[in-house]
C-alpha cells in the first residue's frame, strides 16, 4: 500500500523548520553552541567568535528563538541561548561535519584496541588485535575513502576480520546467554548499552533491545557519543517489546520502561536507573555513555562468572 501524502499544514511546519537553520550564520551559530559545555552561548561571546556585530547575530538568534530552534533565559543583565531540548536531535543531526576526516584519533584507536582485546581474550593477544585495528582503520580511510563515521566503522570493521579469522581457525563459540536491554523508546539508553556490550563481548553474548513506547529512529547525539569512542550501532533501529524476546532472554536489564516488561522465572531482571538522554545535550549524553559503560562492563563481568 502507499503511503498517505504528507498534509499541508505539516509540511509547512517542516519546510519553517528548515528555513530557520538555512543560512550559514546560523549553522555557525547553532554548532558554537553545542559544542559549548553546557549547551548554551549568550549573544557576546556569539559575535566575538564569528566575528559579526552583535546585531546581526541578534537577528539571527532571534529568528531562530521565535521558531522554536532555540530556547532564550535571561539571567541578571546577560541573555542565554541554547537548542530547545525537543530539537536537540534533529538540529544536531542538520548541522554536524565531519571533523576529523580521513584519521582515527589515537585515543579512540586505543578504546577500540582495548575493547576489542576484552571481546577476544584468550583467542588473539593484545598485540594482534592492535595490529588488526591499525590496519582496518588505513584500509577503510585508504582504499574505501571513508570519512563519516570512520572510529566506530573501524571497530566494526576490526572486529569482523578478527571474528573471520578465528572461525578460519577452526575456532568455535558454544550456547550463548540472551541479554535484553529495555528503554522507553528504544533509541537512547539501550542503544548505548547494547552497542557497548557488543563492542565488548562480541559473539559471547546475544544482545536484544526494544522499547516499551519504540521512537520512530535512534537519537543521532547517540550515534555520535558511540561513534567518537569507535562504537558502532550497526544496523539497530528502535523496536517494540515483545513477549518472545523476554521469555528468550537470560538478563533483562531495564531502564526508565517502568512495570512494561513481564515478569518469568529462571531470568535475572536488572533495572538500571539512568536519566533519559532524549533532551540532553551531547555532553549530558556522554555522561549516561559513561556510566552505562561502567555497567555493561560489571553486567559482562557477571555474565563470565555465570
Not at 549573544?43 to 547575530?57: D, K, R
Not at 581457525?169 to 546467554?177: A, M
Request: aromatic content about 4%.
Amino acid at each position: 500500500m502507499d503511503a498517505a501524502p504528507l498534509d499541508r499544514e505539516a509540511a509547512e511546519h517542516i519546510a519553517r523548520n528548515l528555513r530557520a537553520i538555512a543560512d550559514p550564520t546560523r549553522i555557525q551559530i547553532l554548532r558554537l553552541i553545542l559544542d559549548t559545555p553546557g549547551g548554551r552561548r549568550p549573544v557576546t561571546e556569539l559575535a566575538t567568535e564569528l566575528g559579526l556585530s552583535q546585531p546581526t547575530v541578534s537577528h539571527h538568534l532571534k529568528t531562530m528563538a521565535d521558531e522554536g530552534v532555540l530556547d532564550r533565559e535571561q539571567v541578571g543583565r546577560t541573555v542565554w541561548y541554547s537548542v530547545a531540548p525537543q530539537r536537540v536531535s534533529e538540529v544536531y543531526d542538520a548541522v554536524r561535519t565531519r571533523d576529523a576526516a580521513d584519521s582515527v584519533s589515537p585515543e579512540a584507536l586505543a578504546r577500540i584496541t582495548q575493547d576489542l582485546a576484552t571481546r577476544f581474550r584468550g583467542t588473539f593477544s593484545p598485540e594482534t588485535v592492535r595490529d588488526y585495528v591499525a590496519e582496518s582503520a588505513a584500509l577503510l580511510s585508504e582504499r574505501s575513502h571513508i570519512t563519516h563515521r570512520l572510529p566506530s566503522l573501524t571497530a566494526q570493521f576490526a572486529g569482523d576480520r578478527l571474528r573471520a579469522l578465528a572461525e578460519a581457525e577452526g575456532l568455535e563459540t558454544g550456547e550463548v546467554p540472551d541479554i535484553l536491554f529495555v528503554c522507553v523508546q528504544n533509541a537512547g539508553r539501550s542503544q548505548l548499552a547494547s552497542a557497548i556490550l557488543r563492542s565488548l563481548a562480541g559473539d559471547r553474548v546475544r544482545v536484544l533491545t526494544a522499547g516499551s513506547e519504540p521512537a520512530g529512529s535512534i537519537n543521532p547525539l547517540i550515534v555520535a557519543a558511540l561513534d567518537e569512542v569507535g562504537i558502532p550501532v550497526g544496523g539497530e533501529y528502535p523496536k517494540p517489546l515483545t513477549d518472545e524476546v523476554v521469555r528468550a532472554a537470560d538478563y533483562v536489564i531495564t531502564m526508565g520502561c517502568g512495570d512494561a516488561c513481564p515478569i518469568y522465572p529462571g531470568r535475572k531482571y536488572l533495572d538500571w536507573d539512568l536519566p533519559d538522554p532524549a533532551t540532553m545535550t551531547l555532553d549530558g549524553v556522554r555522561e549516561v555513555r559513561d556510566e552505562i559503560d561502567r555497567r555493561v562492563r560489571e553486567l559482562l563481568a557477571d555474565v563470565n562468572a555465570g
